[in-house]
């Protein structure tokens, strides 16, 4: 297991038992555990939780940083906030850390995979029945979003962020080059690897997601300069290398995996609409503006499959690594919209 994905690096977090966990593709993930952590406390009658769910690449520990604490639509005073690692993060079950699939031997898992395993961690670990919100961001907006077709009415409100249920071609092509920057390395060697060997071809994913996940604005006017960085070369060593490099490329090659395959239409014999239209929570999507791996267009195109659903647009300069709130208009615009989704009956 790496030491990246360690207690001291995203904790605390604990872990559920899934014991001998059946997929969705009917293969089985041998002694699987979901990490989760939660900030708050769960009140008498249960009906304070929420659960927020994870991206590409981040964790729980991202999660709390940025959308949860006093002052936040997910203030812990309130709610009891659960936040859940998604299946091949590295820190939930994944192929850097599984005893019996590790590597390239970890099976192909579905977003329909993560929220099956969250539904088991909020019914076993604390009795729910019922969520008050499910909030996440692009990959974890997926999952929300996977939320509201798998188990109707459970999740009462659903809140995604910068991502949509389905994957479109577009993405799927993003994902497609991931894996040949990953894959291609001359050290890959089938997932068999030695970390020294992925050093290259993780510095280049790091520029990859540079050029895509930061709009050219951002980029343009130097919006690293505001971060702290001197240089563009500075940013791209410190910040976008310095974030992806300790990473574990069979763990990213388990999640992009999964990105390429999100379909909520799964459950409905591959019909979005079909699955959609068993939705009884109140939904409400937030494209960034600037956004390029989910323009507003895509998020657009999806809210209309959905019965009831709402569109907010997050205005912002940064392009979809505006989720980390580095724009100081950025979580005001977040916390009126949760706010508001929040107080709305159900």
Not at 170 to 196: C, E, M, R
Not at 309 to 317: F, H, Y
Request: charged share 15%; glycine share 10%.
């Amino acid at each position: 297991m790496s030491d990246y994905y360690s207690q001291e690096n995203h904790g605390p977090f604990h872990l559920h038992s899934l014991g001998d966990f059946t997929l969705t593709s009917g293969q089985v993930l041998k002694d699987a555990q979901i990490a989760y952590a939660t900030q708050g406390t769960l009140n008498a009658a249960k009906d304070n939780a929420v659960l927020v769910t994870t991206w590409y690449t981040g964790t729980t520990k991202i999660m709390e940083q940025i959308y949860i604490g006093a002052g936040h639509a997910l203030d812990p005073s309130k709610y009891f906030i659960i936040l859940a690692n998604q299946l091949g993060s590295g820190l939930s079950t994944s192929p850097s850390n599984s005893a019996a699939q590790g590597g390239a031997a970890f099976p192909a898992v579905s977003m329909g995979d993560d929220v099956n395993a969250q539904h088991r961690l909020v019914t076993e670990a604390f009795g729910l029945d019922h969520l008050a919100l499910v909030f996440g961001g692009s990959m974890g907006a997926g999952q929300a979003l996977e939320w509201a077709c798998r188990y109707p009415g459970f999740a009462q409100r659903v809140a995604a962020l910068a991502g949509v249920g389905t994957t479109r071609p577009h993405a799927v092509v993003i994902g497609k080059i991931v894996q040949d920057i990953l894959t291609s390395a001359p050290g890959f060697n089938g997932g068999a690897y030695a970390a020294a060997d992925m050093a290259v071809p993780l510095r280049q994913h790091a520029l990859y997601w540079t050029n895509l996940a930061w709009c050219p604005d951002f980029l343009d006017r130097k919006g690293w300069e505001p971060l702290g960085h001197a240089s563009l070369d500075a940013f791209l060593t410190d910040f976008m290398t310095g974030y992806f490099a300790p990473m574990d490329a069979n763990n990213l090659l388990a999640q992009v995996s999964k990105w390429q395959r999100a379909d909520v239409g799964g459950i409905a014999g591959g019909d979005a609409k079909a699955a959609y239209a068993k939705v009884k929570s109140k939904v409400l999507l937030m494209p960034i503006s600037s956004d390029q791996i989910f323009p507003v267009t895509t998020c657009i195109a999806e809210a209309a499959l959905i019965p009831g659903a709402r569109l907010t647009v997050i205005e912002g300069k940064a392009g979809h690594l505006g989720l980390f709130a580095i724009e100081p208009d950025y979580m005001p615009q977040i916390n009126a919209a949760l706010s508001g989704l929040l107080g709305e009956q159900v």
